[in-house]
């Protein structure tokens, strides 16, 4: 297992339409959470799943984002009726409480949105 | 809330020599654990160093330490014999204990010169 990855990379669309982004989380890790991050800006919170149940999202999230983890696997990231204010970097990132977990991140390396 | 502030939005350092970069956060509660990450340019983000709150030694790993001033609720990173590899940018992190939510500051911006 080579890590987190998502897909796709970078994705540009025009303002209005529905992006989908995948994340694969390593394998054996449970947890898996889905942040934000503009330019200059840090990580912001979106939403966390542990195995498939949606544990906590963020009040922020507009009703357009809707995340799922169906299985407890991959997870998706869908924002519908994209505004230009959703342009970002959407980080996926996963854990597993073994032993000794103090809450490391194990992050990828993310999906550029560009909305036009 | 939690937040977390790191108020120097870009540093730099030459190569070899020792660098603090600042993080204070604020929070009610007394169960927690503080983390440093590092983002190089385009590549994914990693975990620096952490430390649980209820342990008065400070954390160190290899070059990196940090020191908790968990009164003052003050956790910096130094970065000792600097190197060019360092460059990136770094978010100070807090989680409460139990909880699974990270919270991360805007970030410092590190560049090592040459």
């Known amino acids: 297992d080579t890590g987190v990855s998502q897909d796709p990379r970078h994705k540009i669309t025009k303002r209005g339409q529905n992006v989908t982004f995948r994340c694969d989380p390593i394998?054996?890790?449970?947890?898996l959470y889905w942040y934000r991050q503009t330019l200059g800006q840090g990580p912001e919170f979106l939403t966390y799943?542990?195995?498939?149940?949606?544990?906590?999202k963020s009040r922020l999230l507009s009703d357009r984002f809707s995340a799922e983890r169906p299985k407890g696997s991959f997870s998706t990231l869908e924002i519908q009726r994209t505004e230009q204010g959703d342009s970002a970097m959407y980080l996926c990132?996963?854990?597993?409480?073994?032993?000794?977990?103090?809450?490391?991140?194990?992050f990828g390396e993310g999906s550029r949105l560009t909305v036009l | 809330a939690q937040t977390v502030t790191q108020s120097q939005p870009e540093m730099s350092v030459q190569e070899a020599e020792t660098v603090t970069l600042s993080c204070t956060y604020d929070?009610?509660?007394?169960?927690?654990?503080l983390f440093w990450y590092k983002q190089p340019p385009s590549r994914q983000m990693i975990l620096v160093i952490r430390?649980?709150?209820?342990?008065?030694q400070n954390a160190t790993e290899n070059r990196f330490s940090v020191n908790f001033q968990k009164a003052a609720k003050s956790f910096s990173l130094k970065i000792s014999d600097s190197q060019l590899g360092d460059t990136a940018m770094y978010f100070c992190?807090?989680?409460?204990?139990?909880?699974?939510?990270?919270?991360f500051g805007t970030g410092t911006k590190l560049q090592v010169i040459p």
């Open positions: 990132a996963s854990s597993f409480p073994g032993q000794g977990f103090a809450g490391e991140l194990f």
């Open positions: 394998s054996e890790h449970n947890r």
């Open positions: 799943f542990q195995n498939e149940a949606q544990l906590e």
């Open positions: 929070t009610s509660e007394s169960n927690y654990y």
């Open positions: 430390q649980e709150a209820y342990k008065q």
């Open positions: 992190a807090f989680m409460r204990g139990g909880y699974q939510k990270v919270t």
